[in-house]
């Protein structure tokens, strides 16, 4: 089946300082997702990505959809320390039918801010 | 965002015993929806894929008796732990994409139940 690598794992910063992480897959996709999850809560959806080669952004936040399709990146820009927690990449190639939707999460990146 | 409801978000619950959790897409109807498990520190992994007015579609490994999966209408899906033992102690979250033809389809997450079963 399809697998992704998200990396780091973990990264520990100071506020204030730029953070990049990002997921590799072995094989397409075609969309992207990042997701941010604080403990004990669900996962919240940060950027979407639909097309190879998007580049997209939410505030601090910017995220790309790789050319090859087969990975992506996600900046965060002057980090707080509210952006603590675990931010998780998850692609889906969606054939239609019951497979829609379903989507592959990488292992996660855990990231602590200090201020 | 789309907003998907899950219920209850804590619960204890004695060994040998049924718990039901319930997911609600409250602003828009899903046909599908998944559910995950996630151990601490871990990243999530999908356990079924729920149909709406069909059987829910489950992963290699996962027990389809054990773990019931009921979508009966277009905004709700259910959970079921069936016989609950401590190694089902976990954190389980339901999500659900946006119809493709709204040019959305992106997925949001309810807000995850802890079970834990003594």
């Known amino acids: 089946g399809q697998q992704l690598n998200q990396s780091p794992q973990s990264m520990f910063i100071q506020e204030g300082e730029d953070v990049s992480m990002n997921c590799t897959s072995s094989?397409?996709?075609?969309?992207w997702l990042w997701y941010k999850q604080d403990p004990g809560e669900g996962p919240v959806l940060l950027i979407a990505?639909?097309?190879?080669?998007e580049l997209t952004s939410n505030g601090r936040l910017t995220a790309q959809f790789g050319i090859t399709r087969k990975d992506s990146f996600l900046n965060i820009s002057a980090s707080i320390p509210s952006d603590v927690g675990i931010y998780f990449c998850?692609?889906?190639?969606?054939?239609?039918?019951?497979?829609?939707?379903?989507?592959?999460f990488g292992q996660g990146t855990i990231l602590t801010v200090h201020p | 965002g789309a907003v998907v409801s899950q219920h209850p978000s804590r619960v204890i619950c004695k060994s040998g015993t049924s718990v039901k959790i319930e997911c609600r897409s409250l602003?828009?109807?899903?046909?599908?929806m998944f559910w995950y498990r996630q151990f601490p520190k871990q990243s999530l992994m999908l356990m079924a894929t729920?149909?709406?007015?069909?059987?829910?579609?489950?992963e290699q490994g996962v027990e389809k008796d054990k773990f019931l999966i009921n979508h009966a209408s277009l905004t709700l899906s259910t959970l079921t732990v069936t016989s609950a033992h401590p190694e089902d102690s976990s954190f389980y979250i339901c999500?659900?994409?946006?119809?493709?033809?709204?040019?959305?389809?992106?997925?949001?997450f309810g807000q995850g139940t802890r079970l834990t079963v003594v």
């Open positions: 999500s659900a994409r946006v119809p493709s033809g709204t040019g959305e389809g992106r997925a949001f």
């Open positions: 094989s397409i996709f075609n969309t």
């Open positions: 990505l639909y097309k190879a080669g």
């Open positions: 998850a692609g889906s190639y969606n054939a239609g039918g019951t497979s829609y939707g379903k989507l592959t």
């Open positions: 602003d828009f109807q899903a046909t599908t």
């Open positions: 729920s149909n709406e007015g069909s059987k829910a579609t489950y």
